[in-house]
């Protein structure tokens, strides 16, 4: 039994993209075989479907090549990269307990359960149908698969965690909050550390882009000045996770991994 982690460009999109192009391709040709009495239709249809086509071939080109970076059975593996890059920063003590906001298919809980397997880790999603391939089920069956025992996961929500302050050794979150529609995502990120315990570490892994963030250097002072030890801001774009090149056209620029101690 191998784990399925899934693709973050999911594979339904891909096929979709493929369909559409082929689709748009055909209507062209049907168009321009066909005796339409009034050419200038015909014109103007043989100029929508040929746009539509080459628009269609660049995005599925676009998607077939994401879906290849991302694969874990590829030869790239940028996803498996990022979560194990993650997971290495994660330490937590014997009979500790961490958390992972928004674990999608179990990877990074996974991961970091794994490296510590003296501790246990609970993973939460709210598993919405924007990525309806993700679910507990999925992650469960991925846990078995990597023969992780120390690992659980539940449904929740990153906006409001239901845990009291101060409950988690470790705290991990990978590229989850820049998908949340809010104006204050630094909110979402003071939420989860708002469980994290005195001495405890966190890894949280997002597309920090000023766009979606704003300027994370006065958020950092902040952290320091609320007692946190550490608060290293790095750039994974820069050949950590991802070369510049890469992190431009697979849409990850602005990428960087905060970790700390509290």
């Not at 970076?69 to 990269?81: D, L, P």
């Not at 846990?143 to 470790?170: C, H, M, Q, T, W």
């Not at 950590?240 to 960087?256: D, Y």
Request: charged letters at 20%; aromatic letters at 10%; hydrophobic letters at 45%.
């Amino acid at each position: 039994m191998k784990p399925d982690y899934k693709n973050w460009m999911p594979k339904g999109m891909v096929v979709t993209s493929v369909v559409l192009t082929i689709a748009f391709a055909l209507a062209f040709a049907i168009v321009g075989m066909a005796g339409l009495a009034d050419s200038t239709l015909k014109t103007v249809l043989r100029i929508i479907f040929g746009v539509l086509s080459i628009v269609g071939i660049g995005v599925s080109i676009w998607m077939i090549l994401m879906y290849r970076a991302f694969s874990y059975e590829g030869k790239r593996q940028m996803q498996k990269q990022i979560i194990q890059g993650i997971a290495e920063y994660v330490e937590l003590p014997e009979g500790g307990v961490g958390l992972d906001v928004g674990c999608g298919s179990g990877a990074l809980t996974i991961a970091c359960a794994k490296r510590n397997p003296r501790a246990t880790f609970i993973g939460i999603d709210r598993w919405g149908k924007e990525y309806a391939s993700f679910s507990l089920k999925l992650c469960e069956r991925n846990a078995e698969a990597e023969g992780a025992s120390n690992v659980s996961f539940a449904r929740g929500d990153a906006i409001k965690l239901d845990y009291p302050d101060e409950s988690f050794d470790a705290v991990t979150s990978n590229y989850v909050y820049h998908n949340v529609v809010t104006r204050d995502r630094k909110a979402l990120l003071l939420e989860t550390l708002r469980v994290l315990k005195k001495g405890g570490t966190f890894a949280i892994h997002d597309i920090f882009s000023k766009h979606k963030y704003g300027d994370m250097q006065p958020f950092i002072r902040k952290l320091k000045s609320m007692g946190y030890e550490q608060v290293d801001f790095i750039d994974t774009t820069n050949g950590m996770f991802m070369s510049k090149w890469e992190s431009t056209w697979t849409e990850l620029s602005g990428s960087a991994l905060l970790i700390g101690k509290k």
